[in-house]
Structures are given as structure tokens and as C-alpha cells.
């Protein structure tokens, strides 16, 4: 009975002893091991990041490679931040490529996130799908039509300018941002949208609904500058797919009212796609380079002139220049000097001698690197230099580009067409040269002749996709319609 | 029988044995995901974030932002027009971080070069660099005028405190003064064309003429071109440049912005000043930087003053910052050893209670104590007080502090340069959250002078 007792009793105490052996032994460790493997944990970290670069651990001759960081920081991120704005992953990382492309110090080397890329496009197809009225927002903040374009569904749905807008399918757009509303109001070709419209003169907002269609961009403006001496003037904004085509019409038509002579305006044209560039020098260049492509490793490929192109007379030609005249502007620009067709008049161009390739990205956004250079016909590698005019004429301080009376650069690029015409006397243009001087000593870029290193036609790259390119914009407001 | 006996015993001391186990795991981690400030340095500088188990959220990783970019670096490699370099790709990480952390428009969240990373690490150990003043970017954010749902941040760069002797204190910068120029070179916030914006939304601006707009505009551009970004300007003051520097100082108007030239030098600041006996009872030690000497300082200055047998204590954290929690913590076991210090709210509603560690290194102090405080008063030192002030181990006199709670964490990169991320926020125990508004004071003084007397005062009244 008493061994009994004292087997069970021993039983007992084996198990509690068992137990609290059992309780305890994570506490030795705890004292050992554990805080060893807590410190160990804490170490790990910046050696896993150490690891990354390389064998070495002197910092000094390590260099971060870029996706193991981005992956290690994301996580940390994501794992571990503690502030106000939720973590938007896809921001972020467009921040991260934006960062990426930044350090190579070249600003036409850039990121498009989704809905810039899909901006480009259309504007380099020459369309988009809405109904076709300028808007803009007037003094009291209210988004109004600045004028509804030629031939377009506003058009003819007798949209008229000065219409201000108070509604777009019944919701109010009181307050709301002018580029917001341009969202509502576009939409896939052959939907309706229903505008209210205040007009002034008329008591009550009415509505009126549109058919959304396919819009074409007016990339060029023209009329005949000088009615007695037949002088035409086109305007090109920007190089396109449409350009060339719309060129071709409108000096068609101005050659149908017998013009003599030309003035071609390239101001404030931030270029657009080489192929462009290369189809507008066709019509005024007959035969030779019309630009040499550099490429990466520095094969020289010049891109011809199409002959089938050159389809217009030869008549005297000036062409006028600024310092936003960029990219396409001045190849075309560029080609016409060298070649000698027609002469420069206005300042610098912008000095933009580098070929874009777009590529597009799986998430529909889309990077622009540059991937070659270009030389003028000449070899003249105009990179941050611009293009020199032929003849200088800073713009006046009033001068207004809309208004022919305001603009002192037009009135002595006609009076140089004049001259090649016969009308003048060579002597007229003392006094663009005279002021010239005055203004600055004339800044000249000298043409280097270089032969093109290699006769090949066009490389196999993507050339369809070269570069449309507006300058970077300086100022964001300034970005804002008007 | 007997043999059954024993492997059925032998099995219930296994089962006893793991059961004791297991029951000592489920406290362990009941008890760890209370609390694991142990007195453990390390946890608190800037390394925490190693013992986060990443696996929480490789779950969630999106693929797709990571292709993007390894899609972009790839087409670089291919096709730009000149062959990148490994220094290229260092540059271009860089830039990349420097540019994602700027996305969050925190302050405390951002990518630092090599040389502000020595900087960071040579305050650590009381030394110094540039001008000689902690500064910091305070942020304000307001409704943006044009996005009515979104809103828009500015930032100012202002002095939070001075080091005692350093140039800018002997120039006359004051703690509180806000930089606007540096040398000619506007200091600008994080989005500098808010202000352009802003302008552009002005009645001033709307009525004005074409001309004049873009006057106005090619100004603001200008301005912007030739400025200087906040980020940059705080790194070049408190950096290892030695030329001479010219700052202008915001001003109220009609007052004209003034301008004062400082030229910078290294200085090593005493983080613990020599301790001494105020009066003959109360004894008085001066905190200047909460970094890793720091406690141990404080702690030599401590025994020498209850050698001298004081009787009361004046803690001075006048213009004290520095993000050390572990200095905080380990001055803490002095005064309230074991108890709750403060609460560390993380992201994703994790919060972690920061318990000041058992007394392991002599009797702590159990009289009275008043800390000293200012605005200058940031960070670390401000955790410290507020949680010293709630349990009523000290009384604060001076002025309401900074305000910076936040508690943020460097990560070192394998190159030398680092990255500061916000990873939470310090509120007291019992839950008062003083970020962004700073810690009231029990007695309020403003002069120095004033403040000392109040504390003395305190202290011997307390007494009678």
C-alpha cells in the first residue's frame, strides 16, 4: 500500500517535474540562442543587402544594382511604413523609372505612364475621338468652347464659340478642372455625349447632343502672306502622321492661286516623327540626304530624299525659325540650309539632335530612349547648339505669331523671299543685319563638311516608331490650355 | 506488469514533457507579441525592421510594377545611344530611390547619399558637421485650391535647435528661425510649381495681361531653376562642406527677411555636459544629444551627483534631439525601471509597447526629479519626458516641445548610402498622441533663466 503510494507519488512528481522541464526549456534557450538568433536576424540585414552588390563589403567599391535594390526597398515599404498615404505600388515604381531615367542626365530619355502614352499616340496618329471644340476656362472659372474646329460633329452640330458649358450628360461640372471635363466629354467614336450650354444673347441653357467622331488635328494653317507679290505662308505645328498629307493639300491649294514665292513657319513646332520630318524636306529638297542617323556604336545612316515627294515647283523659300523650333523642325530646317533650297530667318532653334525610339511597356505605359543621333545633310551635329538662321531677327516684344501685323520675323522672311523673287534690292535686308549685330555679334555655327561614313539606307531598327517628342515642357500651368 | 509500468510512465513523462513545452511556446508568444523592448540596444537603432518577418507580405508582391521597370532597365542596356556602365546603373539606382521615396512627400521618409549617411552616423557620437543646427522640415497640408478632394503639402525648413557653440548659434540663429534662401538660392518645398500654381489661380494674376503673365511665370521658372531643394539644402548646412554660407530668413511682414553668413566647421558636442550641485541639494544634468554614448554618460553623471548626495535632480533636455531610443529607454531604467515607457504604433495596426527594462546596474533614483524642456526638444528626448511625465516620475517645466514623435528607421545600403523610412509613431502609454503638437509643460517659463529658477523652485517647494 505505502510502495503503492510511493510509486504513484513518485509517478507524479516525474510528470511535474517532466513538465516544468518541459516549460522551461525554452527559457535556457531564450537566454542563449534565442537573443543569438534575434541579433543574428538584425545583422543579416544589411549584409543580405551587402550581398547584393557584389562580393566585396567595402561600401566604397560596391555600386547598388538597380532591381535587387528597388525589390529590397519595396518590401521594406510595404512591410513597414507608417504614414498618411496609402502605398500605391504602381505610383512608386513609375516614380522609381522616372528616377531611373533622370540619371542619365538626358530629358528626352523619358517615362509615360498609361494615360500619356495613349495621349502621345493620338496626337502622333493625327486624331482622336471626341467632337472637335477648342475649350478653355474663362475669368470666372467656367469652361467655355474657345472655338469649335472646321468640319468637326461640334461644328455641325452648330456648337459656336463663346458657348459655355454647364453640364455634360446632365451631371453639373461646376468647379471641376477644365481637363476633367475634356474627359467626360471624349469617347469611343460614334456615342453620344449631351452637352448644356449657356450662350450669351440666348435667356436659357440648352442642351444639344453630338456624335462622337474620329477628329483629325489641323496640323497646318496657311494663306497667301502677300496678295500682289503671290507670297504663300504655311504653318506646320508639329510632324505627324497627317503633316506631309496636309502640307501637300495646302500648298496645292495656294498653288492653285498662282504663289511665287514661300514662306515656310516652323516656330514654336516641337517636332514630331522622323518619318515626317523626312516626307516634309521631301517636297522642297530634290535629291540627297536629308538627315544622317548616328547610331549606337556610331554607323552613320543617311535617310534620302523620296523623290515621289517632290511633287510642288521650286519656288524662292524662306523658312522661319525660334528657339522652340526642336527635333523634326530642324532636320527639316536643317536640310533646306544645307541644301541651300531657301533661307533661315528668325533666332537658334531649340538644338535637339537626338532620335527617340518608343517602346512600349506591358502595362501599356511606355519609355522613350534616345537611340541614336542625327547629323544635318552636312554632318553638323547640332546637339544643344541649335541650327544658326541665315539671317537673325530677334522677335519683337509684342510680337504675336496669330497676327501678321504684330510680327516682325514674317514681314523679314517676306521681304527675303522678295529678294530671291526680284522685288527687292539685296540692300533691303541691311537692316535685319544691321540689328542683328547689335543684338548679339550674330551667333554662327559653322558648318563642319563630313562626308556620310556609310551608304546603306535606313538599319532594321523601328523606325516607324521614332520619336514625336515635344520638348519637355518647362513650366506645368503653362501646360494648361491657353 | 512492471515492464508496461515503466514505458507507460516513460510515455506520460514525454507527454508531460512536451505538454510543459508547448504551454511555455503559447506564453512566449502571447507574451512576445505584447512586448519586445528588452534591453536590447540594437532593437531600437534603426535595425528593427530586420526582425519583421518579410514573409508577411511577400504574399501580397504585385508583379507587375517589378516588370515594368526590369522591362525599362532592360531596353536601356539594349538601346541607348551610349553603352551604360556599372557606375551607370549605381547612379541610376540612386536616383531611382531617391525618386520613389520622394513620392510619399515625408519628411522622414527618404533616400540618403554616402555623405549624409556619415553624417547621420557621426551625430550618433556627438559629432557634427556645417553650421552647427539640428534642423527639420516641417510640413503643412492644406486642401489644394483647383482639386478640391486632393491636398497639397508645402514644406519649410526651420531650425529646431542650436548647438551650444556651434557657428549659427554665435551668428545669431535662433531655434524656431525658418530658412528661405540659401546663399541667393530659394529653398524650395517638394512640389515646387505648387506655388505656380497657386499664383496662377490668384485674381492678381487672372486680371494681369498676357505680357505680365508670362512675366510672372518666366520669374517663378527662374526662381525655380536657380533654387534648391529642401532635401538638398538640410544636407548641405549640416554637411562636411567648409565654404561659407549666407542664409535668409523668413520674416513677418513689413520685417525685411534678414540674412546672416555662417561659416561651417566640424565641432564634437558634449552629448552629457559635467554634471553639477545647482544648489546644495539639487544637482543638475545637462542632455544635449540622445546617441550612442549617451546613456552611459548619463549614467556616470548620475552616480557622481548621488555621490555628492543630491537630493532632488534637474534634467536638462533643452534643445536636446536625436532619434535614439535606446539611449531614452536605458535613462529611463534610472528613474521608472519595468514600467511602460510608450506605445509604437506601426503600419497596419501593429503596436508594440515600450517597456523601460528591469534596474540591472544600481539603485535607481526614487527623489524628485524636473526636466527641463524647450521647443528645441525633439524626438527621442520628447519621448522620454512625455513618458516620464505620465507615470509621475518627473515634472517638466520650460516650454511646450517640437512635437516629432515619429519613429523612423535607416536602412543600410550595400553601398554606403541609406534609406530613412517613417515606420511609426510614439504615443504614451496611455495612449496621448503629442506628434505634431509637442508636449505641454507643468510649469511654463520662457526665458533660461526663468525656466531654472521655476525648476528649482519646483523641486524645493515640492520638499516643504
Known sequence: MSKTMRNVLLVVVLLVVAFVVGFEVPDVRANGTDIGKWRASIEMMPQRLRSLGGQSTDPSTQTLPLIDTYSVVMEQIKANYYGIKAINERELTYDAIRGTLRALGDPFTRFMDPESYKKMVEENEGNFTGIGAQLDTNKNNEVYVKEPLEDTPAWRAGIKANDVILAVNGKSIKGMNILDVVKLIRGPADTKVRLTLRRPGVAKPFDKTIVRKVVEFRMVKYRMADENAKIGYVRLYQFNEKSDQQLDEALAKLEAQHMKGLVLDLRGNPGGLLMSAIDVASRFLESGPVVIIQERGGQRNPYYVEEEKHNHKRYPLAVLVDKSSASASEIVSGAIKDDGVGTLVGVTTFGKGLVQTILPLPDHSAVAITTAKYLTPKGTDINKKGIAPDLTVEPADNLDITDPKTDNQLAAAIDVVKVKMGLLPKSALDKYEKAAKVADGGTQVTDKAAPPGDDRPGGSLVRRRHEPDAKPKPLAPLSRPR | ?464
Open chain 2, 1 to 464: 506488469m512492471r515492464t508496461i509500468h515503466r514505458i507507460a510512465i516513460g510515455v506520460l513523462v514525454g507527454l508531460f514533457f512536451a505538454s510543459g513545452y508547448a504551454a511555455r511556446k503559447e506564453c512566449a508568444r502571447r507574451q512576445a507579441a505584447l512586448i519586445v523592448a528588452k534591453d536590447n540596444k540594437a532593437v531600437f537603432e534603426g535595425t528593427r525592421i530586420a526582425s519583421t518577418r518579410l514573409a508577411d507580405v511577400s504574399g501580397d508582391v504585385d508583379i507587375r510594377p517589378l516588370e515594368t521597370l526590369y522591362t525599362v532597365l532592360n531596353r536601356l542596356r539594349e538601346h541607348y545611344v551610349e553603352q551604360l556602365t556599372v557606375e551607370d546603373e549605381g547612379k541610376m539606382t540612386h536616383e531611382a530611390m531617391r525618386a520613389m521615396l520622394a513620392w510619399f512627400r515625408d519628411p522622414n521618409t527618404r533616400f540618403i547619399e554616402q555623405p549624409e549617411r556619415r553624417v547621420v552616423l557621426d551625430a550618433e557620437h556627438g559629432k557634427f558637421h556645417g553650421i552647427g543646427a539640428v534642423l527639420a522640415i516641417k510640413q503643412i497640408w492644406r486642401p489644394s485650391k483647383d482639386k478640391p478632394k486632393e491636398r497639397v503639402s508645402e514644406e519649410h525648413l526651420v531650425v529646431v535647435t542650436l548647438l551650444p557653440g556651434s557657428p549659427a548659434a554665435k551668428a545669431g540663429l535662433k531655434p524656431g528661425d525658418e530658412i528661405v534662401a540659401i546663399d541667393g538660392r530659394d529653398v524650395l518645398p517638394f512640389d515646387p510649381y505648387q506655388h505656380v500654381s497657386d499664383l496662377v489661380g490668384t485674381d492678381r494674376f487672372r486680371d494681369t495681361t498676357d505680357s505680365q503673365k508670362r512675366k510672372m511665370l518666366d520669374a517663378e521658372q527662374k526662381r525655380i531653376d536657380e533654387g534648391i531643394g529642401i532635401v538638398e539644402a538640410e544636407a548641405l548646412l549640416t554637411g562636411e562642406q567648409k565654404k561659407a554660407v549666407t542664409l535668409t530668413l523668413a520674416a513677418k511682414p513689413p520685417a525685411k527677411p534678414t540674412r546672416l553668413t555662417i561659416l561651417p566647421q566640424d565641432m564634437v558636442v558634449d552629448v552629457v555636459g559635467d554634471p553639477r550641485m545647482e544648489t546644495s541639494t539639487i544637482g543638475y544634468i545637462d542632455i544635449n544629444y540622445f546617441g550612442s554614448t549617451t546613456a552611459d554618460e548619463f549614467a556616470q553623471a548620475l552616480r557622481e551627483l548621488q555621490a555628492k548626495s543630491a537630493k532632488a535632480l534637474i534634467v536638462d533636455l533643452r534643445g536636446a534631439t536625436g532619434g535614439d531610443m535606446g539611449a531614452a529607454l536605458k535613462i529611463a531604467q534610472w528613474f521608472e525601471p519595468g514600467r511602460n515607457l510608450a506605445v509604437l504604433i506601426k503600419s497596419r495596426g501593429r503596436k508594440t509597447v515600450i517597456q523601460v527594462p528591469s534596474t540591472n546596474n544600481g539603485e535607481p533614483w526614487r527623489k524628485p526629479v524636473v526636466l527641463l524642456v524647450d521647443r528645441g526638444t525633439a524626438r527621442a528626448p520628447e519621448v522620454l519626458a512625455a513618458g516620464l511625465r505620465e507615470v509621475g516620475a518627473a515634472k517638466l517645466v520650460g516650454e511646450k516641445t517640437y512635437g516629432n514623435f515619429t519613429d523612423s528607421t535607416l536602412i543600410d545600403l550595400a553601398d554606403g548610402s541609406g534609406i530613412v523610412m517613417a515606420t511609426g509613431k510614439y504615443v504614451t502609454a496611455k495612449g496621448y498622441d503629442y506628434n505634431g503638437k509637442g508636449l505641454p509643460v507643468d510649469v511654463q517659463a520662457a526665458t533660461s533663466d526663468e525656466q531654472m529658477k521655476a525648476a528649482i523652485k519646483l523641486l524645493t517647494g515640492g520638499k516643504s
